[in-house]
């Protein structure tokens, strides 16, 4: 690669993923989900762009509910991002744009920007490289630069691109953008030389906003003015809620991709996915001989082109022909998968039923650990709390339950009404209904308790948080 | 019904049910399973053939690992059993021979016994009792009777009968006793109009006993033997381990029915089924209009023709055709319908691979009531402990792990080291390593309780029995 100025890496990870149901959910979003590699979708995009010769240190645009996710997951694999926090969801037109405001303010106008999808697959990192490469040349040149990708099939799941005029070095116009077609009309983009569009792009971050401010100018004021009236929050930057939710909600192909005349792509063949649903998971894993790929405790039997995904239950199959089981401590998801894209709809209508399912994973993340529904009976609860080396429950009280822990890993510091002792495993101590208590894991290794909740309402909100070091008292 | 003598119905309940899997497994075979109605299969037949003037009190057979299943759901339907235990396994010659000495030297030899199996399905029970009445006639005069069915379809899934010269009444003499066929066999067997063999019979006791020992005479005097040495045993009769032991195992139809002069047959139209596969359980369920028959909280979307069926968690399923979906606790079970048959074969080789689904449930049964793990790590385990009304577990102590108990409903009285004393809703207690404890239910209303053992050690064979009410010290 040539010597050239630092390209900063923006990686969107406030999506939500639904088509990956019954594994993503609101509560963990595919890009916070190892899916193709031990690494989640987001911490493979970091290591994509890791800060070196090429890349400074990433900025990260996510939504406040997935902040912890977005911080753990980047110190895990030891990279330092800044994250900004979107203070409400307004697709990635905004988004794309506040962090181009950021990008402008801190390292200024002409900074090439690459922004990233936090939850797509690519195989081969040093051919998406060499394509940031060549992408970089067109984007210094004045363009906003789109990576198409070479079709593999006449897929109807993704957007094209139709190609226009050659510009210097590897890239050439937009002719076009055209949205997801029929499967006969695929066919025709296909053989007519179309690329999919990836949604992945490299600009100028001043070229963007200048487009932005062109073509969306209140959005694009109103992120700027979010990012400028931005405050720092236990090391996330959150974007002034006032200011950001007088954007519009909009893609940025809406926003400013379909509508500017400074499109251009590079053609890019690095192994890319969206994984955007089952079959494209399926896809993107190495399967066997019989075109099978499974995860976890699976058993098949006399099973072809199939996707078996288990997240610790014995999943057993006879004779599967090119089906999709996903099975998880809550739900399982059986169907042909050719009917991957029809997941979303499903999850609509669970949706309506106000089915927890749906949008909560029985294990859930906190900023301390996570805890986990092991149990539920009328008038109790069991959980299983792990809190990590050093995190920390906010000071709380309940007024419907009482709360008994029995620690079985680990070293728990138990504040209990202004007195506090500590628990070793095998140690077990009552919090009566009423009482303000915190727990707290002094120790370096996880600690894992039981929580047994007992009383007559135990539902989460009953919660009185007197001090939180998240700052969500 | 013409007024005769009352018939003693035996029903044989020691089969294990293994092309159910994964929902009927060794620890809670396919006879007290719920799977057609809101009684068990052994609780229906129980009720088909309750006590008045047809029927004398039934008499059941079964291994001695079931018989507090037996003995359990017979007093929930209020029906008073005389519970017959095989101390072996000896397949269904033995148990039904030894069934019919039992019934000789009670009620005489000219008494009629109706042999049913435990886990069949009877969806007409009027029509049932006709066809006993018409078997009566033809038992009376001599015969060893068999319900043939009228197939519904060429099944390969059932040996056949070739039915021979009419008797007095409705019955025939049986031709022959023909195997499970091929499938262009059995087309010819439909058409030739040979009936599906029940494998339920009415017979003289002293007829059956005469024949089995002309026939098999080693095995039915190993049998009279094991039932004139029978001992009572808290409400049980448990026969005579070494006498039964010598038994040859051999089904009924290979030790006698094969063989016999004096087998005949009625043909029956009851709505017979014997559930022996998925196939069979969907079949025998009400369908809605698109062919489907669901169980639990089932979410089809655009699907025909399927039998989908979750103990508990969420299942939804896109497009499925002609698919059966199992889903418990810890197993998930997928296959296009037709391919039922092929589940023996995979329990036996996932049995080969030792895995716990395998076998046992999540939820195991015991005299006192149940337990169920409810979560697991390397150094502790979780279950939830449901001791009914009156159970006592036994008095005992562990070498290798402490547990503590959290009553969650109803009061537990608990002995520790040589102390009683009595726990309420909310409380709980610690139970050291190697203390000597016990735990009962003194009360009205089942006791819940939340037991989190802890220790290096955690296996179910780390329990040291010093007294035990249910005889198991």
Chains 1, 2 share one sequence.
């Not at 990686?11 to 890009?31: D, E, H, N």
């Not at 997935?66 to 969801?89: K, M």
């Not at 996330?236 to 400013?256: E, H, P, W, Y």
Request: aromatic share 8%.
């Amino acid at each position: 690669m040539s010597p050239r100025q630092q390209i900063v890496p923006v990686i969107l990870a406030g999506g939500t993923g639904t088509r990956l149901w019954p594994l993503s959910r609101q509560s963990l979003p595919k890009q916070f989900l190892a899916l193709v590699s031990d690494h989640t979708l987001y911490q493979d995009t970091l290591l994509r762009v890791a800060a070196g010769p090429v890349f400074h240190p990433p900025v990260v645009i996510t939504g406040a509910e997935f902040r912890f996710f977005a911080a753990r997951q980047a110190r895990e694999i030891g990279i330092d991002a800044t994250v900004l926090l979107e203070p409400v969801r307004r697709d990635s037109g905004p988004a794309l744009l506040a962090a181009a405001a950021y990008v402008e303010a801190r390292y200024g106008a002409d900074t090439l920007m690459l922004a990233l999808a936090a939850d797509h697959v690519v195989t081969d990192p040093k051919a998406f490289l060499a394509c940031v490469d060549e992408a970089a040349t067109a984007a210094q040149a004045g363009h906003i630069v789109t990576f198409g990708i070479q079709p593999r099939a006449p897929s109807t799941a993704y957007g094209y691109i139709k190609c226009g005029a050659s510009l210097d070095g590897a890239a050439m116009r937009v002719a076009s953008f055209v949205e997801k077609p029929d499967a006969a009309t695929a066919e025709r983009y296909v053989s007519d030389g179309y690329l999919w569009n990836s949604g992945n792009f490299l600009f100028p971050a001043g070229l963007m906003l200048a487009e932005g401010a062109r073509l969306e100018p209140d959005t694009t004021a109103a992120v700027t003015a979010a990012v400028a009236k931005a405050q720092e929050d236990l090391g996330f930057l959150a974007l002034d809620a006032d200011a950001f939710a007088a954007a519009t909600s909009k893609s940025i192909d809406f926003a400013v991709l379909e509508h500017t005349q400074v499109a251009a792509v590079v053609a890019g063949d690095f192994g890319w996915s969206d994984i955007g649903a089952w079959d494209a998971v399926h896809a993107v894993n190495p399967a066997d001989e019989a075109g099978n790929v499974t995860h976890g405790p699976v058993a098949l039997t006399d099973s072809r082109g199939s996707y078996v995904y288990s997240d610790g239950k014995l999943v057993a199959g006879i004779g599967l022909e090119g089906l999709s089981v996903i099975a998880t401590d809550d739900a399982v998801l059986v169907m042909p998968s050719d009917r991957s894209q029809d997941v979303k709809a499903l999850v609509a209508r669970l949706s309506a039923s106000r089915r927890n399912e749906v949008s909560e994973h029985l294990k859930m993340h906190r900023p301390w650990g996570t805890y986990q529904t092991i149990c539920r009976g009328e008038r109790f609860h069991v959980k299983k709390i792990v809190v990590e080396p050093g995190g920390t429950l906010s000071l709380q009280k309940h007024h419907h339950r009482a709360e008994h822990w029995v620690v079985v890993r680990g070293t728990a510091e138990v504040t209990l009404n202004g007195s506090v002792s500590t628990l070793h495993e095998n140690q077990s101590t009552y919090l009566p209904c009423g009482s303000v208590h915190r727990l707290a894991n002094p120790g370096r290794i996880p600690l894992e308790l039981i929580e047994v909740q007992t009383g007559s309402y135990l539902g989460e909100d009953d919660i009185v948080r007197l001090e939180d070091i998240y700052a969500r008292a």
